[in-house]
């Protein structure tokens, strides 16, 4: 039985806690520089961060949590430039899946050293990673860091890390 056959339609299996670290290299959208925020989108959920002025290489370092109904659904990012007067422009997005992450939550890790890489995903065509991204047990849970690689747009990587939050009597995980 899978993850999305354990818990009802509909129904909570956890939370992902989504840190949003820092944007690296990000596209020029304003004169000289961009005002940079970043959505994340999952399902019907929309959660956004606060924005960083005139930084090409902002530092968020911000938690946004998301509740997970169905794992199967990709993470989608979506990162803009504030503008006061106009429309705020565009500056790319990735997208990522939380399977791997998920499938490495619902282990028994409890005992492991810590540092512990559990599973490796690397970059190719259907996903965003930039690189290699690793699922760690680190202090007691699982995480992952993730540098995604920014699509429709010249250049830019955000890097995330996750975590998970287990809801008891969920029914999830």
Not at 7 to 25: D, H, I, S
Request: aromatic letters at 6%; proline letters at 5%; charged letters at 25%.
């Amino acid at each position: 039985m899978n993850l999305a056959e354990r818990a009802a339609p509909g129904q909570m299996v956890g939370l992902l806690k989504v840190r949003v670290l820092r944007g690296v290299n990000l596209a020029v959208r304003d004169l000289w520089s961009s005002d940079p925020y970043v959505i994340l989108k999952m399902g019907k959920q929309k959660l956004k961060t606060r924005v960083i002025k005139c930084n090409t290489n902002p530092v968020w370092n911000e938690e946004l949590t998301l509740y997970v109904e169905d794992p199967a659904l990709p993470v989608r990012l979506e990162v803009y430039d504030k503008d006061t007067f106009s429309l705020d422009d565009r500056m790319g997005n990735a997208e990522f899946d939380i399977h791997p992450f998920v499938e490495a939550v619902k282990m028994n890790l409890e005992g492991l050293p810590n540092g512990t890489i559990i599973r490796k995903v690397v970059p190719c065509r259907r996903n965003c990673l930039a690189e290699e991204s690793h699922v760690n047990w680190s202090d007691g849970e699982v995480v992952q860091d993730l540098v995604l690689r920014l699509r429709n747009v010249e250049c830019g990587e955000v890097e995330l890390q996750l975590h998970w939050i287990s809801i008891p009597g969920s029914g999830g995980l």
